[in-house]
């Protein structure tokens, strides 16, 4: 037969909560490492104490896993992410978030007590007023569900895009297949086929051309919209020094630091005339492509295609200084196997193309 025991408090120790004597230094410093405003959120209703640092919180990061339609329909009805995107999706994607970050602000209750939700003001606000409650906000990551630009299976697309006001530059990398082998390269660098670097006939006659033009304009379509919607929030926090728009899948990310924010409050936003979106500049291109590339970890890439852009006028020469501010440009754009597939992209022949404001 088992004995039992039990353990009871020395009456002689004191009552006294540890966790108070940790300065709110410390505090705050574990807040921003835990950077999720879900997370946050539940936070705000441990104690008074949590509820009065939260909001003195430096970094944040918002995920959204759905989006709720509220267009004569059910609020509570979530869009399908498998399902293919409405058209709409992404200007509806900033103003309705809120529902997504709200859910565990509503169950919130006061920490002074009473039945009263926490953040009862919240309730039909929009994404840049959630942000309202956090005072000195300077780092700030979004993740959206998916990529905006819609892709068959199997192709490959991604892109980076810094702004301030408008457009300062943007790296897409895309290719018309990846395979994935069952085997490993021994390689280190990735192994291109032989040529002298041209791109061969086909590529201007089979659409293969208008294929990455396509690519482009959507990428850079999805990036100033992205940049659009973020407006109020970028005008209600001076405090912000990066800001980071990306999605689930990787395809796309939209960068502002320190200066492109400066940029961004002093400058006025020109607006897309037919959309809810910032207006791209005219711009110039840097081509690249490779019919294959075999890369480390045992990916390959059919027509692989790098493009550089920037807005006319700025690192349009040839020269030696413009060609270094390219390579940084691409060089950290993407990380693990993809790098290594700019770098390789990198030495092969640059075709120039001019491309219109739009």
């Given at each position: ?8 408090a020395?009456?002689?120790?004191s009552h006294?909560?540890h ?5 709110d ?11 999720d ?16 640092l939260v909001p ?8 959204i ?16 992410l ?12 900033l ?21 009263k939700?926490l ?5 039909h606000?929009?994404?840049a007023?959630?942000?309202k409650?956090?005072a000195?906000?300077?780092?700030l990551?979004i993740?959206?569900?998916g990529?905006?630009?819609?892709v ?14 408008t457009?300062?530059?943007?790296v897409?990398?895309?290719g ?7 085997f ?10 032989n040529?002298?670097?041209?791109m061969?006939?086909?590529?201007y006659?089979?659409g ?12 850079l ?6 940049h ?8 209600e926090h001076?405090t912000?020094k990066?800001l ?5 899948d ?13 940029d961004f ?16 500049p ?17 990916i ?14 700025e690192g ?10 390219l390579?940084a ?7 693990g ?6 770098k ?5 022949r ?9």
């Amino acid at each position: 037969m088992q004995s039992k025991s039990r353990i009871y408090a020395d009456p002689f120790l004191s009552h006294e909560d540890h966790f108070d004597r940790i300065p709110d230094s410390l505090v705050l410093l574990i807040f921003n490492k835990l950077a999720d405003v879900r997370s946050l959120g539940r936070c705000l209703s441990v104690s008074k104490r949590f509820n009065s640092l939260v909001p003195l919180v430096h970094d944040i990061y918002v995920k959204i896993d759905r989006v709720i339609t509220t267009d004569g329909g059910d609020p509570d009805e979530t869009f399908n992410l498998s399902s293919p995107k409405p058209r709409n999706l992404i200007s509806h994607l900033l103003k309705l978030m809120l529902f997504t970050i709200l859910k565990p602000f509503n169950n919130l209750q006061n920490p002074n007590g009473g039945s009263k939700p926490l953040l009862p003001q919240l309730s039909h606000h929009s994404p840049a007023q959630v942000l309202k409650n956090f005072a000195d906000v300077q780092n700030l990551k979004i993740e959206l569900p998916g990529g905006d630009v819609g892709v068959e299976d199997g192709v490959l697309l991604k892109w980076k895009a810094e702004f301030g006001s408008t457009l300062q530059s943007c790296v897409i990398l895309g290719g018309t297949r990846v395979d994935r082998k069952s085997f490993c390269s021994d390689q280190d660098s990735p192994v291109e086929d032989n040529n002298n670097g041209s791109m061969p006939e086909s590529f201007y006659t089979n659409g293969g051309l208008k294929l990455r033009v396509v690519w482009t304009i959507s990428s850079l379509i999805a990036a100033s919209t992205r940049h659009y919607l973020l407006r109020q929030i970028i005008k209600e926090h001076p405090t912000l020094k990066t800001l980071v728009l990306t999605d689930a899948d990787g395809q796309g990310t939209l960068c502002m630091g320190e200066e492109q924010l400066k940029d961004f409050r002093e400058k006025p936003l020109a607006a897309s005339a037919s959309s809810n979106r910032t207006q791209v500049p005219a711009s110039n291109m840097k081509l690249r492509y490779a019919p294959h590339l075999e890369l480390p970890g045992g990916i390959g890439i059919q027509g692989a295609t790098l493009v550089a852009i920037k807005p006319a006028g700025e690192g349009s020469s040839g020269s030696s200084s413009s060609r270094r501010e390219l390579e940084a440009l691409v060089g950290g754009a993407f990380d693990g196997p993809f790098r290594a597939a700019v770098k390789a992209l990198l030495k092969r022949r640059t075709y120039l193309l001019e491309m219109n404001g739009f």
